[in-house]
């Protein structure tokens, strides 16, 4: 079966501009996590959905960034008015729903990112 | 920061030997996944390891957890010239998030 797709797989824009990317979980997963990895900062947490609320968006940097969820499937994350420390690489996550109070025990399954740049 | 350390943070084998990493957590678990990143690619799950288990077994991968000293290990036999890639080790944060707190990797490099 399919894998999370993400896209665009990398993007280039100047500062100042919005973004937005894209994931499509895999079908039937109702948990969607965003992460970020840049050099020196390792995987960052960002937001993590379940269905189409995010119970969690305490990684998000600022309120530059935002994320929804339709359908519970696909995901947008959205950067507004980008910053060069925004460049990074953007990783998108899906799993089967996981027991709320327990540290979750389903592997996520991750696409292959978006490769951010901002000149 | 809530990140793990691993380490080393980069190892370089001949194919054939074992490859050994470590990774150390800071807060109490109820289960440890290791990853595989190959390069421009995303992460993939190789194993999973409970907070009751000790020891666990996927093919050619050995997992050991020490929840007293909260550290685990990841031990690769064999390997293999493919095996070349980041490894990480993470935690899944409890409570109302489900979110994977990773390690800092190892880099491993296996020379054909």
């Known amino acids: 079966g399919a894998g999370v797709s993400q896209s665009p797989s990398n993007k280039v824009t100047e500062k100042g501009k919005d973004v937005e990317l894209r994931c499509d979980p895999i079908?039937?997963?109702?948990?969607l996590y965003w992460y970020r990895q840049s050099l020196g900062q390792g995987l960052e947490f960002l937001i993590y959905?379940?269905?189409?609320?995010?119970?969690?968006k305490s990684g998000l940097p600022s309120d530059r960034f935002s994320a929804e969820r339709t359908g519970g499937s696909v995901s947008t994350l959205t950067i507004q008015r980008t910053q060069q420390e925004d460049s990074a690489v953007y990783l998108c996550?899906?799993?089967?729903?996981?027991?709320?109070?327990?540290?979750?025990?389903?592997?996520?399954?991750f696409g292959d990112g978006t490769r951010l740049s901002i000149l | 920061s809530q990140q793990g350390e691993e380490d080393p943070q980069a190892l370089s084998i001949q194919e054939g030997e074992n490859a050994t990493m470590n990774c150390s957590y800071k807060t109490s678990i109820n289960n440890l996944q290791w990853y595989r990143q190959n390069s421009g690619r995303g992460l993939v799950h190789l194993i999973l390891?409970?907070?009751?288990?000790r020891e666990k077994h996927s093919g050619r991968l050995r997992v050991t957890l020490d929840t007293s000293k909260k550290s685990s290990s990841l031990l690769i036999t064999a390997s293999r010239a493919a095996d070349t890639a980041s490894y990480f080790c993470a935690t899944p944060l409890g409570g109302a998030t489900n979110k994977l707190i990773f390690g800092t990797g190892t880099l491993l490099a296996v020379q054909p």
């Open positions: 959905f379940q269905g189409n609320s995010a119970p969690d």
């Open positions: 079908s039937g997963h109702t948990a």
């Open positions: 390891i409970r907070s009751n288990e």
């Open positions: 996550a899906s799993s089967l729903a996981c027991f709320i109070g327990q540290g979750c025990d389903q592997p996520q399954h």
